[in-house]
Nanobody, 122 residues
Framework: VQLQASGGGLVQAGGSLRLSCAASGGTFNRYVMGWFRQYAGKEREFVGFVTRGGTTAYSDSVKGRFTVSRNNANNTVFLQMNSLKPEDTAVYYC?????????????????WGQGTLVTVSS
């Protein structure tokens, strides 16, 4: 199983970025796919997830600015990030959860991508 994240980069505050994560080595359209981020020296934190049916949930810090979506046919999950702030600067990770719960925490996910760096300048 492999998850390949892409789309990170440098953007000015107020700008947008779209992250993608392609899953391979299995069929993931029945599982929850999520995004986390990690600040330097900090624990990885929940950003958002999307269920196989398209239901989404977000952390309070990104709600209303970020959108998680998926393409089940291509085993791909996306993170659209709008109105970016300097405090959104972090390494972003995609993940797949085969469990039936705990989708808001790191422990609920079995497979992880390698991370992509997002830097928001002020």
């Amino acid at each position: 199983v492999q998850l390949q994240a892409s789309g990170g980069g440098l953007v000015q505050a107020g700008g947008s970025l779209r992250l993608s994560c392609a899953a391979s080595g299995g069929t993931f359209n029945r599982y929850v796919m999520g995004w986390f981020r990690q600040y330097a020296g900090k624990e990885r934190e929940f950003v958002g997830f999307v269920t196989r049916g398209g239901t989404t949930a977000y952390s309070d810090s990104v709600k209303g600015r970020f959108t998680v979506s998926r393409n089940n046919a291509n085993n791909t999950v996306f993170l659209q990030m709008n109105s970016l702030k300097p405090e959104d600067t972090a390494v972003y990770y995609c993940a797949v959860s085969t469990a039936g719960s705990n989708w808001w925490v790191r422990a609920g996910y079995d497979y992880w991508g390698q991370g992509t760096l997002v830097t928001v300048s002020s």
